[in-house]
């Protein structure tokens, strides 16, 4: 059972659409990140959140923009977007921005058309 | 910071124990050995983790070397869902960065009947 729940689980869109990717957790958590998984690779930090505030953001183009509007949720909005984003979006948490273990949802599917 | 090896894909039969290598010579002293798998179609789940001791919990057994410079996950008795990519991570709280997770690209599991 997945306590990160992320929706929706796939996403179609086109490269003019504007669209949001949500994720939420209710496990009292501080720190929340989004990765990005390509097909058969390793995920990729993209963006943390720590208390709510952008501490790590991995150089990710702007057309990725996150947002935490309170504890629990994790958003990810998404504009003019390029084929190569197609991949497999993770939310995680964990109790602090720390050393402890990080609960991953089961991702967001993105296919760009 | 400090890399970690593993081998790219391992076999087991079902309810056999399973011992999964990880090699990471250049590993300093403040670095926390972590697992995590990802199960096909799931987002990565944190396994163990562990600094100089063995450890165990309900999912697996962490074995570390003396000299800290390799360490083995193991599986007591595998079964199908154990069929899964395994990474090993290393992660040292002392450093402000802490929080990421910087996956490699782990070894993946085959569980046969």
């Known amino acids: 059972d997945t306590e ?5 689980k796939h996403l179609v869109m086109g490269m003019t659409n504007k669209k949001s ?13 989004w990765y990005k998984q390509k097909a058969k690779k390793p995920p990729e930090l993209m963006f943390v959140y720590s208390y709510e505030k952008l501490s ?11 947002e935490c509007p309170n504890s ?19 939310c995680a948490s964990s109790r602090t921005y720390s050393n402890q273990p990080q609960h991953f949802g089961d991702g967001t599917r993105l296919s760009i058309l | 910071d400090a ?36 199960l096909p179609s799931q987002g990565p789940e944190y396994v163990i983790h562990g600094l100089t001791s063995n450890v ?8 570390i070397a003396e000299d800290r410079k390799s360490s083995t996950l193991i599986l007591h008795r595998a079964t199908l869902r154990d069929a899964a990519v395994y990474y090993c991570i290393l992660r040292d709280p002392s450093r402000g960065n802490t929080g990421k997770l910087i996956f490699g690209q782990g070894t993946t599991l085959q569980v046969k009947p």
């Open chain 2, 56 to 63: 165990n919990n309900r999912m697996a057994s962490l074995a």
């Open chain 1, 56 to 66: 790590i953001n991995e150089s990710v183009p702007s057309r990725f923009s996150p």
């Open chain 1, 4 to 8: 990160v729940t992320q929706t929706p």
């Open chain 1, 72 to 90: 629990s949720l994790l958003n990810l909005h998404l504009h003019a977007l390029q084929p190569e984003d197609s991949a497999l979006y993770l």
């Open chain 1, 21 to 33: 990717l949500k994720c939420e957790q209710h496990m009292g958590h501080r720190a929340m990140y």
């Open chain 2, 3 to 38: 890399k970690t090896t593993q081998p790219n894909s391992m076999e087991s039969n079902e309810e056999e124990p399973v011992h999964l290598p990880c090699n990471h010579s250049t590993i300093s002293g403040t670095d926390y050995i972590h697992w995590y798998r990802q």
